[in-house]
């Protein structure tokens, strides 16, 4: 079964603070993406960043990046000097075979 | 800013009325998809259109017509709802599966409230 797991429901930081989210995932498949969606309280779905599973190179968006541990299965979010905008549902997921298969999403608070 | 748009962002129906979801997407792609979500909850897949042809359907009911008119559009009909069907529908679109590139980009989503 391909399954995503978040282990963090909620978390909170202060502004300006790095943050990390967790996401292990487990799939039979050797090339998916794998994904990182913001959700705010407009409930607009964003993407954040993405990594192709075949390129060992993390990627990195601005403030945003990732760990991608392709043989733990782990792919995690790190947030840097993190902003009040931040604010959102973080949902990871990964697409194998046309499907997006989601974790249950931590919800990330930034405090002024 | 988002490429695909959604109408309307906000709609309430009651249990008789007939209505439709609009999405329109202006990234030329070929694969377009309709999900649900309930607050704090991930989306769940409704619908899978590739090449405007419906290619998935979640076992949805039947009170759920989805449409595809050309590559740009996607509709989706809504008839005889229940107040359980109350959610965030989402409509995504992406570059067809045999392009590699799945990655799929989100309109805002229609608020329905059905009462």
């Known amino acids: 079964a391909q399954t995503v797991t978040q282990s963090q429901p909620e978390m909170s930081v202060q502004e300006a603070e790095t943050v990390t989210l967790s996401c292990t995932y487990d799939?039979?498949?050797?090339?998916?993406?794998l994904f990182w969606y913001k959700q705010p309280p407009s409930r607009q779905m964003i993407l954040v960043i993405r990594?192709?599973?075949?390129k060992q190179q993390n990627a990195t968006e601005n403030r945003f990046s990732v760990n991608f541990q392709k043989a733990a299965k782990s792919f995690s979010l790190k947030i840097s000097d993190s902003q009040l905008g931040d604010t959102a549902m973080y949902f990871c997921?990964?697409?194998?075979?046309?499907?997006?298969?989601w974790g249950a999403g931590t919800k990330l608070i930034i405090k002024p | 800013d988002t490429e695909v748009t959604q109408t309307p962002k906000h709609l309430v129906m009651g249990m008789t009325n007939k209505k439709s979801l609009k999405c329109e997407q202006h990234?030329?792609?070929?694969?377009m998809y309709w999900y649900k979500q309930k607050a704090k909850k991930p989306p769940e897949l409704m619908f899978v259109?590739?090449?405007?042809?419906?290619?998935i359907n979640e076992s949805v009911p039947s009170r759920f017509s989805p449409e595809c008119p050309n590559s740009s559009l996607l509709n989706l009909h809504l008839h005889a709802l229940q107040p359980e069907d109350s959610a965030l529908y989402l409509c995504?679109?992406?570059?067809?599966?045999?392009?590699?590139?799945?990655?799929?980009?989100f309109g805002p989503g229609t608020r329905l409230l059905v009462l």
């Open positions: 990594q192709e599973a075949y």
């Open positions: 259109y590739s090449y405007e042809k419906l290619s």
């Open positions: 799939t039979s498949e050797n090339n998916y993406y």
């Open positions: 997921a990964f697409i194998g075979n046309y499907q997006l298969i």
């Open positions: 995504a679109s992406s570059l067809p599966r045999t392009s590699g590139d799945q990655t799929q980009y």
């Open positions: 990234m030329g792609h070929r694969a």
